[in-house]
C-alpha cells in the first residue's frame, strides 16, 4: 500500500508569510506525528495527533505553529509569519495506533521549507 | 532527560568492509525502546528495528546487526560486507515514559558512505 506523503516536497517563501504543508498519513493508522528537522541534525518532535485531537504539542516552538487533523486523516501544519530559523525539513509519520513506541512509526519524504 | 549520542559524524568505508555505527544514550525510565532508521538521499527515513529495553538479546538480519548492552547504555549498528547502497545517514533514536513513548529522541545521525 501507499506509504506516508507529503506536499510540497520544496516550499520556498519569503519572509513573514504563511505557508501549509500537508501530510497524508498510511490508510488506516490512527496517529500522525510531525517533525522538524535541521541541516545536520537529528528530527525533532512538534506534535502528536490521536485521530483528529492533537494530544501532545508540546514540541511547537511558538504560537506560530499550529497544526490540524479536522477528520482524522490528512494533517496541515501551519505557519505564519515565517522566519529565516523556520527553514528546515518538516517531516509526518504515522502509526497505526499511538500512545506507544511498540507501533513504530512510518515517516514520508518531508517537505524542505526554505524561507529567504 | 533523555538523550542520544551518535559520535561518529560520518564514516567512509570501502565496499565489503563491515562497518558499526555507534549510539550511546540517557534516560531514566526502565522500560524504554531503541530504534535505529536509515534516511537515504531521498529524505525517508526507513525504520530498520525497534528494541525493548527488556530484550537484551542481540539481533541478526541479513548483513544487519545489532548489539545491545544496558551495562554501558549502547546500542550498536553493525553492517557486514557493506554496498554502495547502504550509504545513507542513519539514526537512532529513544523513547520511554518520561518524554512520552510516542516521541522519538534522535541522535544527531551517522552518515555512511560506502565507496565502491
Known amino acids: 500500500g501507499a506509504g506516508v506523503s507529503q506536499t510540497p516536497s520544496n516550499k520556498v517563501t519569503e519572509k513573514g508569510k504563511y505557508v501549509e504543508l500537508r501530510c497524508d498519513p498510511i490508510?488506516?493508522?490512527?496517529?500522525l506525528y510531525w517533525y522538524r528537522q535541521s541541516l545536520g541534525q537529528g528530527p525533532e518532535f512538534l506534535i502528536y495527533f490521536q485521530g483528529t485531537g492533537a494530544a501532545d504539542d508540546s514540541g511547537l516552538p511558538n504560537d506560530r505553529f499550529f497544526a490540524v487533523r479536522p477528520e482524522g486523516s490528512v494533517s496541515t501544519l501551519k505557519i505564519q509569519r515565517t522566519e529565516r530559523g523556520d527553514s528546515a525539513v518538516y517531516l509526518c509519520?504515522?502509526?497505526?495506533w499511538g500512545g506507544g513506541a511498540e507501533n513504530e512509526q512510518f515517516f514520508g519524504p518531508g517537505t524542505r521549507l526554505t524561507v529567504l | 532527560a533523555q538523550k542520544v549520542t551518535q559520535a561518529q559524524t560520518e564514516i567512509s568505508v570501502v565496499e565489503k568492509e563491515d562497518v558499526t555505527l555507534d549510539c550511546v544514550y540517557e534516560t531514566r525510565d526502565t522500560t524504554y525502546y531503541l530504534f535505529w532508521y536509515k534516511q537515504p538521499p531521498s529524505g525517508e527515513l526507513v525504520f530498520l528495528i525497534r528494541?525493548?529495553?527488556?530484550?537484551?538479546q542481540n539481533e541478526i538480519s541479513g548483513r544487519y546487526s545489532w548489539n545491545f548492552q544496558k551495562s554501558t547504555s549502547s546500542f550498536n549498528f553493525t553492517i557486514t560486507a557493506s554496498q554502495v547502497v547502504d550509504s545513507a545517514v542513519y539514526f537512532c533514536a529513544l523513547s520511554g515514559p518520561t518524554s512520552g513513548t510516542y516521541k522519538y529522541i534522535f541522535g544527531t545521525g551517522t552518515r555512511l558512505k560506502v565507496l565502491a
Open positions: 490508510s488506516g493508522h490512527t496517529a
Open positions: 528494541r525493548n529495553s527488556f530484550d537484551e
Open positions: 509519520a504515522s502509526s497505526l
